[in-house]
Every structure is written in C-alpha cells, then in structure tokens.
C-alpha cells in the first residue's frame, strides 16, 4: 500500500476502535472485548479486509503494548497507593496465579486428554488477568479503596509470574532435561533481576529528573517513555523479568513530587489507550473464528472453571489472614478479568514449537471472550450486591 493509504488503514482503524470500545461502555459490556470483535470481523475470516497471521508480529505489538500498560498503571498508583496493599498484592500475584495455573491445569490435562504439562501450559496461559481491562474498570469503580488498590497491584505484578510459567512450561514439554529445579531456579532469577532493575531505573530517572530541569515542558513525557524503554529492555537483557521492571520503574517515577508528574501520567494515559486499541486489533485480527467453533465446548468449560473456581479458590487461599472478610474475598475472586494478556501469551508456545499450540491458543481466545464478558459484565453489580463499595 502506498504511505498515504497505510496512515488512513491505521487512523480509521483507530477510530473504530473507539467508537466500539464507548459504544461497549454505553453497553456494559468490556469495551475492549469488543475491539477484538472488530479485528476479527474486519480480519481474514469476516470481511476479508486485512490478512494477518504473523504469531511473531503480534507478540512483538503485545509486549510494546504491555510495556507502555503497565507503565501507565505504575505511574497513576504510585507507591503511596500501592505500599499498604503490597502484601496481599504480591500474594495474589505469586501464589494465586500459581494455584490458578495449577488448578485450571489440571483442569484442562482432564478435560482435553492432554499430558500433565501440557494441560498446566494452557492452565498457565489462562491464570493471566489483564491490566488494560482492570486498570479501564476500576478506574471511576465505587469499590473499596483497599480493595481496589490490591486488584491493581496485582494487576501490574501478576504479568511477570505468568509470562515466567508460561515459557517455564513451555521449555519444559520442548527440552530435553529440563525440570522443576531449572524453571524454579529462572522464577527466582528473573523475578529479583526485574525488581533490581525496575527500582535502580526508577530511582535514577527521578534523581536526574529533579536536578536536572529540562528546557521544556513537552520533553518531560520523552523523558518518562525513555524511561519506560530503558526499565524493561534493561530488565530483558539482564534475564529478568522486563515487565515487572517497568511496572516498577513506573511505580517509582509516580511516587515522586515532580512538577510535571501530572502531565506526564496524561501522556501515558493516552499511550496507553492506543497501545490497548492497537494489541486488541491486532489479536483480532490474528484469530480466525472458523477455527473457534471447533473448540467452542472446551473453551466455555475451561472459561467457568478459571472464573468459577480455579480463581475464587486460589484468591482465598492467598488471601488468608490479609484482613480481608468474605465478601471482599469473593470480589477479589471475582475481579479476575481476562483481557489480551492470556492471548499474547498463548503465542509464546506457538513460536516456541509446542505441539498442539495452536490448538491452545484458539481455546485461550474463546475463554477469554467467555470469561471477560461474564466477569465484566457482572463485576459491578456483583460488588454493589455484596456491598463492598
């Protein structure tokens, strides 16, 4: 295509992503969900507009996107907001999504006749909840403040633990030799690399921040997306955990008192909303639907049972003396959102050569449409019925 057409293809596509993402929210439906739907429409199995099945591509376009969410969720709590919550935060990133992954495993292992690690590959895959899709409901949500701030703090933590299972299980099923020891000894590594390095970045951006003043005011958002890229790419290259740096490079740069912090957190609020627009088309477009019908069964089944149980059950264990009563346990259950996380880490296991990958990457769509829209739809008028609002 020429320039010209390319730049109208993106804008309009942009475009209709907005007006379907507030078109959901007039809905009460997840607005993102449908953005998804449009990509899949305008795709190669709806209209035939826009062929696209680059797996590489797409899981390119998803990290950058989750690098600029997770980010932004950083930058908008900040640690004040995150601090008194951090225990039940980390527990439900950390042993939740463990006992999620290894509930919803073993779930998928029975239903599916997969082996063991193939059914915890696809159960590790699901565990994921979605940034962009908590971040988008709780901001403006009458939930509890401490409620609310665990949701989003798990949120931003729970990513780097399930991208970790994912390509832990996925080395495990391809490589000879590969065992429990080797991906517990990566979990650890990785996970600690990333923190270092997301706090050293932080902590280094804001220094020079404060003392050296830039000559204008529309260079401090540059600086802050700088930032952004050095946190995960120094994450990356160390062996860590590059979204969990950049979640906390992002946490970092949104504790501090700078002078510009509120316009730098506009950007990235916008930057933000592209990124989430452009990973779900393109996620959109990636699928074929025909390909969906023939696991629509199974993905429904695997759908209820992470939101209904596998879930529920892992939030209140993990939630076990962290102050919390019943009910707010059951919302915490509840607020599991699957958004385009658990579908850009279903192309991991596509690009490595997992047998039956693709399968699991269909199934992982179709239980995530299931289970956002159930969980989305519900959420609200579910926290206002057990009152913890």
Known sequence: MEDGTILLVVGT?????IAVS???????????????GLGMALGSDGLGLIHFDDYA?????GIVALVLILFEGGLAAGFPEIRPVLKPALAMALLGTTLTAILAGLAASWLLDLS????????????ATDGAAIFAILRGSPLRRRVARTLEGEAGLNDPVAVL???GFSAWITTDGYGIADMAREFVVELSVGAVAGLVVGAAGVWLLERLPLTTAGLYPVASMAMAGIAYGAG???HGSGFLAVYLAGLTLGSAKLAEREAMATFHDGL?????????????LLVFPDALWDVALQGTVLALIAAVVARPLAVLVATTGMGFDLRERGILGWAGLRGAVP??????PVLEGVPRSEEFFAIAFFAVLVSTVLQGTTFEWLARRWRVI
């Open 116 to 127: 063991l690690l193939e059914g915890l590959l696809l159960g590790s895959i699901l565990a």
């Open 165 to 167: 299972l994912v390509l």
């Open 13 to 17: 596509l942009l475009a209709g992503g």
């Open 236 to 238: 990356d290259a160390l």
């Open 22 to 36: 507030q078109l959901g929210d007039r809905l009460r439906v997840p607005g993102l969900v449908l953005v998804i």
């Open 57 to 61: 591509l797409a899981r390119t376009i």
């Open 343 to 348: 579908v850009i880490l279903a192309t991991f």
């Open 272 to 284: 933000a909303w592209v990124a989430q627009l452009v990973m779900f088309l393109t996620l959109g």
